[in-house]
């Protein structure tokens, strides 16, 4: 009877951690996303002039990576 | 009692579980359709001018999509150097030189996973790089949250040029490997974050002992001998690794503008440690022109074997004289206009004119301004070895574009 | 050894949990919003008709690819006992209203900019098309659009077997 009592209970959690994992509702809705798709929010607006600015300050600065700028090489030191 | 404590347990089974129904019942299974990115053509000039060095030179980018699952996309950029630097003038005199770099870049959209492959090639006499990547990138949550996955691999060739002409015997071989993890999410429906992992490593191959492929071949480093500043050639390490961590964020605010900031964090095997911060406001004037300002900062400390003057030749296994892994701070103010063009140009659905200019400044705290004086004429006494007054430089960088969205 | 109250519970959730508040074969909620010409419209009093709502934003790809396409369909089937109504789901909508200038669609727009209407259908894509039978019942709901995998095909499709019945 209590073996019953926790198989019930374990498949419920199952049941629970499964829903939970593909049904997280997104807590933005596609029709809130106004502000979100304007392109001053965009952090790549203007890739071309991204990627030069990353170049300047890799060329001049010893740190590199992490800035958003694709890395190529160059004999730029 | 074992019955009433499960009993007890099931009901307030029924109560969590009731919860948890109550958040995802309302969830249907989240279905958006992915879209490619932007279609566009870029045209950009890009001009830099600071310590003795101008830099310029066109950089165009045409991105097309291919179906409703494949955007492509290629780059030509070109930089054309005239350089009279510190560096050069402490061994050298004023030189021109030009370098292409070509890239092309593919991206696949598959229901929520893009998969991206790139490959850019740089060509100067001295210096050819080949760089090829592989990245995967995933959303969740209804695209609030994308994580990506980046793999790069450059092999370089390393030559050095005598009076201008590549040397036929000097060929180094490089290695770089760079590996990244993104994190993108969207927070609220005004706000966005984002984390950056990057870690590289570069190293030389088939080295003899002695001739590091890390370093520039025409740079020395200097050391005190009878008084005075004598120079011989650099000695580098044959390996390089990197880690540098980013969070940036945005904020739209509650009119057309948005706020954003980022900070960086680098520390490398060299024991070069830095990190930089940068604020940027953006605003939308009746949705025609944009107003970008910025402002950063950034700070190193040295390399474990770089030296301003070394007491003697051969102090250390490692010398490095590159201004680049001295302690040095830097900011810069930057503001760019965007003028959106009233009329459809060519059939292209949006057309945009940008301007954007940046004035860096930096001060070095250990590289000295010797160099300068070699050859103008010295204050009375002269400055001794290590007491010549330390470095700065400022300089501008402009980029003019146009874009043409079709 | 467990109550069969508890079971039944358990049971009841289980059922209600694979199940989501607004889909296929039920009852469409009924509402009331303004149109882009200032009257107002209900869906109740559109019984007897097949209404489409087709939920859309300006900053919105798909959805201003797919407008020209959902302007024939609304002239097309409107003889026939279909009506149209593009649901714009804007906080602010200047946006829209420009595009909507550029392109002139004939069908009627409502605006939604408090989400009332985008919470109340469960919109998660966008754009979001519900088909509404003649009873006034949820038939189809589809999410996203493009061209390529022939969605406006299914559109006539589904209009066309609403309309027959």
């Not at chain 2, 009279?84 to 030189?97: K, N, T």
């Not at chain 2, 998969?115 to 100067?124: M, R, V």
Request: neutral net charge; contains cysteine; glycine residues 8%.
């Amino acid at each position: 009877m209590k073996i019953n009592a926790f198989a019930l209970i374990f498949i419920m959690l199952c049941i629970v951690a499964l829903s939970s994992c593909s049904r997280v509702k997104p807590w933005v809705k596609p029709y809130e996303r106004q502000n979100i798709a304007d392109p001053i929010m965009d952090f790549s607006r203007d890739p071309v002039a991204d990627a030069y600015l990353s170049h300047v300050h890799e060329a001049r600065e010893g740190a590199s990576g992490a800035d958003g700028g694709a890395g190529g090489g160059c004999g730029c030191n | 009692m074992a019955r009433e404590v499960v009993v007890v347990v099931i009901k307030k089974m029924n109560k969590f579980l009731l919860t948890s129904l109550v958040l995802c019942v309302a969830a249907v299974y989240p279905v958006t359709a992915a879209v490619l990115p932007d279609e566009r053509v870029d045209v950009m000039e890009h001009s830099y001018d600071g310590g003795g060095i101008q830099v310029s030179g066109p950089s165009i980018l045409v991105r097309k999509n291919v179906g409703s699952a494949v955007s492509l996309s290629a780059n030509y950029y070109v930089d054309m150097v005239s350089s009279a630097s510190i560096d050069v003038l402490a061994s050298a005199s004023r030189y021109s030189e030009e370098r292409i770099q070509k890239s092309v870049g593919m991206d696949y959209m598959h229901d929520r996973t893009t998969y991206s492959l790139g490959y850019i090639t740089s060509d100067e006499k001295d210096y050819q790089a080949k760089t090829y990547s592989f990245g995967v990138s995933q959303t969740f949550f209804g695209d609030l949250t994308t994580l990506g996955f980046d793999f790069g691999l450059g092999q370089d060739v390393v030559g050095r040029n005598i009076k201008g002409v590549p040397d036929p015997t000097f060929h180094l071989d490089k290695e770089r490997r760079t590996y990244s993890a993104n994190l993108s999410q969207i927070l609220t429906k005004n706000w966005i974050a984002e984390l950056n992992v990057e870690s590289g490593s570069d190293a030389c191959l088939h080295m003899q002992q002695g001739q590091s492929c890390l370093n520039n071949p025409y740079r020395g480093y200097s050391y005190l001998q009878n008084g005075v500043r004598a120079l011989l050639p650099e000695k580098y390490p044959l390996t390089h690794n990197t880690d540098a961590v980013s969070l940036r964020t945005m904020y739209h605010l509650p009119y057309s503008a948005s706020i954003r900031g980022e900070v960086r964090g680098f520390t490398d095997s060299w024991g070069v440690k830095a990190h930089n911060e940068e604020i940027r406001y953006v605003q939308d004037f009746k949705k025609d022109l944009l107003l970008e300002v910025k402002y950063r900062v950034y700070r190193q400390t040295a390399a474990d074997f770089y030296s301003d003057l070394f007491p003697y030749k051969d102090a250390q296994n490692y010398m490095a004289r590159d201004k680049e892994l001295s302690p040095f701070s830097s900011k810069s103010v930057g503001v760019g206009l965007t003028y959106k063009f009233p009329w459809n140009i060519a059939g292209f659905e949006k057309s945009t004119a940008n301007l954007y200019w940046d004035h860096m400044s930096i001060n070095y705290d250990d590289f000295r301004d010797y160099a300068n004086f070699l050859k103008a004429k010295l204050p009375a006494g002269g400055y001794k070895p290590g007491e010549e007054p330390l470095y700065a430089m400022d300089a501008d960088v402009i980029r003019f574009y146009l874009s043409f969205w079709f | 050894m467990l109550n069969i109250s508890a079971l039944k519970k358990i049971a009841g959730l289980t059922a209600l949990f694979l199940s989501s508040s607004v889909f296929a074969a039920e009852a469409a909620p009924d509402f009331t919003l303004k149109s882009s010409t200032g009257e107002n419209v209900r869906l109740a009093e559109q019984r007897g008709q097949v209404v489409m709502l087709n939920f859309w934003a300006s900053w919105c790809g798909p959805c201003r690819e797919e407008m020209p396409l959902l302007d024939s369909i609304s002239k097309k089937y409107g003889k026939m006992g279909f009506v149209l109504y593009g649901i714009n789901v804007e906080q602010d909508n200047n946006d829209a209203k420009k595009m909507l200038k550029d392109l002139g669609v004939s069908f009627t727009i409502l605006f939604d900019p408090e989400s009332k209407l985008s919470s109340l259908y469960n919109v998660d894509a966008m754009p979001t098309s519900v088909m509404i039978d003649k009873k006034g019942n949820i038939r189809y709901i589809d999410r996203g659009f493009d061209f390529k995998k022939g969605d406006d095909e299914k559109y006539r499709k589904q209009i066309m077997e609403l309309v027959r019945e």
